[in-house]
């Protein structure tokens, strides 16, 4: 009998082992597949990237703006570039984003103003200028209609800023003809809107929702949280995601107070600088670490589907099912397969 409790002890011992170092294996059916589409290694590094249709608009850092056709998708084609001296700028080139409706580009001089810039002139690049204050960290435009837009501006002095233009035919100049600056709790940093509502970042001290009821625009509350609060990706009006540096990324839904319905910390081991989402798709762009993939599992759960190294990231965006990562070593386009 000694014999067999022994033998026993010892395969209740080897099964124990087995069941713990089989936990510690990782379950590779949850793990989603990222396949790389293409790779165009811009010059300077790709700090941000905008898509509209077969163009690609590329933040190029110290290289300016760049154009990008994409209509092979597994083949980007330069169209144009623009330099920083052609820019009338010094800094690197941190923001791009385009109205197609009226074709205007915009882009963003790092920790300066944004530049106008006109495309609606054949196949010229006609640079209007610079508007708004210097300290802008991010903004978004809105197009009124044909002839109007506002751009509205993350400061990290002043709170945040909106600029409205109209473009006079007569002169064929474009004229700033409305502005004004909502102090906000802190120092914003990034901004995001959707509809009427905007939510800005502020580092430290979290973020802060305002509305904007017929351009009358007020505070609606304040969330703190962990980390630094860098960037917002909204999803509806009540429905974000936000990316917290060293804080890691939070999805959260909230109703018209500071309350909450949910607050979902993830990615608490990364260094998050941008989230963005397409459905239950999300990518989160960890700097050094690469792209991060996660599933947003309704109604409040969000799970890991593993960290892919595709070098610096900075930016992500999805297009038509895949996605554009702004990344040291250029324009990288990719296709996530679960």
């Keep these: 009998m000694t014999v067999i409790n022994n033998s026993m002890k010892h395969?209740?011992?080897?099964?124990?082992?087995?069941?713990?170092f089989s936990c510690m294996e990782p379950n590779t059916e949850d793990i989603w597949t990222l396949n790389k589409i293409a790779h165009a290694e811009t010059e300077g590094y790709c700090r941000d990237v905008f898509i509209s249709g077969d163009s690609v608009f590329v933040a190029a850092g110290q290289a300016g703006?760049?154009?990008?056709?994409?209509?092979?998708?597994?083949s980007p084609t330069l169209i144009w570039s623009i330099s920083l001296s052609e820019l009338g700028v010094s800094k690197e080139i941190s923001q791009v984003e385009y109205e197609p409706s009226i074709k205007q580009l915009f882009a963003l001089e790092s920790n300066e103003r944004p530049i106008h810039l006109d495309l609606s002139k054949g196949d010229s690049v006609y640079v209007v200028g610079q508007f708004s204050s210097e300290k802008t960290k991010e903004f978004r435009v809105v197009t009124n209609n044909d002839t109007s837009f506002t751009v509205y501006a993350a400061d990290n002095d002043?709170?945040?800023?909106?600029?409205?233009?109209?473009?006079?035919?007569?002169?064929?100049?474009?004229?700033?003809?409305?502005?004004n600056e909502i102090t906000s709790v802190g120092n914003p940093n990034g901004i995001d809107l959707y509809e009427n509502e905007i939510v800005l970042t502020l580092d430290q001290l979290g973020i802060e929702a305002f509305h904007n009821e017929g351009g009358s625009i007020t505070s609606s509350y304040h969330i703190d949280l962990e980390g630094n609060a860098r960037a917002v990706d909204m999803v509806n009006g009540g429905e974000f995601y936000i990316a917290c540096e060293d804080g890691g990324a939070f999805r959260l839904s909230t109703s018209v107070s500071s309350q909450w319905e949910y607050m979902i910390q993830f990615a608490?081991?990364?260094?998050?600088?941008?989230?963005?989402?397409?459905?239950?798709?999300?990518?989160?762009?960890?700097?050094?670490?690469?792209?991060?993939l996660y599933e947003a599992v309704q109604p409040s759960t969000v799970?890991?589907?593993?960290?892919?190294?595709?070098?610096?990231?900075?930016?992500?965006?999805?297009?038509?099912?895949?996605?554009?990562?702004?990344?040291?070593?250029?324009?990288q386009i990719l296709e996530i397969v679960e």
């Excluded at 703006?65 to 597994?74: A, E, P």
């Excluded at 260094?271 to 459905?279: E, L």
């Design 268 to 292: 608490k081991d990364l260094f998050v600088t941008h989230v963005t989402s397409n459905d239950h798709q999300l990518v989160v762009s960890c700097a050094s670490n690469g792209l991060g």
């Design 158 to 179: 002043d709170g945040l800023k909106t600029s409205t233009f109209e473009y006079d035919s007569g002169f064929g100049l474009w004229f700033n003809t409305a502005g």
């Design 65 to 74: 703006v760049q154009l990008y056709d994409i209509s092979t998708i597994t």
């Design 11 to 20: 395969l209740t011992l080897l099964s124990i082992i087995a069941s713990i």
């Design 303 to 331: 799970e890991e589907r593993g960290i892919h190294d595709i070098g610096y990231v900075y930016h992500s965006e999805f297009s038509n099912g895949y996605v554009f990562a702004a990344t040291r070593e250029g324009l």
